[in-house]
């Protein structure tokens, strides 16, 4: 009886330990899923970043040159008055 209690005990610790792994490795997943996923976002933004970097330096140097036409000589006249 003992040893049929204790193969019983023995067997349910085995059983009790193998989930517990289990369910360990399992909710470890999905956290070094969404690491990598963070990273591929956080790349992914840094690439936004740069192209938002050089629109802004693309639109700047465009006001810059609309700033310096080369119609800068003419003027402008309303009614009689000539600005």
């Given at each position: 009886m003992t040893k049929i209690l204790s193969t019983t005990?023995?067997?349910g610790l085995l059983t009790l330990l193998s989930v517990?792994?289990?369910l360990e490795s399992v909710h470890g997943w999905p956290y070094f899923i969404q690491d990598i996923e963070l990273a591929n976002k956080l790349e992914e933004l840094n690439q936004l970043k740069e192209q938002l970097t050089e629109a802004k330096a693309a639109k700047k140097s465009y006001a810059i040159?609309?700033?310096s036409s080369p119609h800068s000589n003419k003027?402008?006249?309303f009614w009689k008055y000539c600005v």
């Open positions: 005990l023995c067997f517990m792994i289990f040159d609309g700033l003027r402008a006249c």
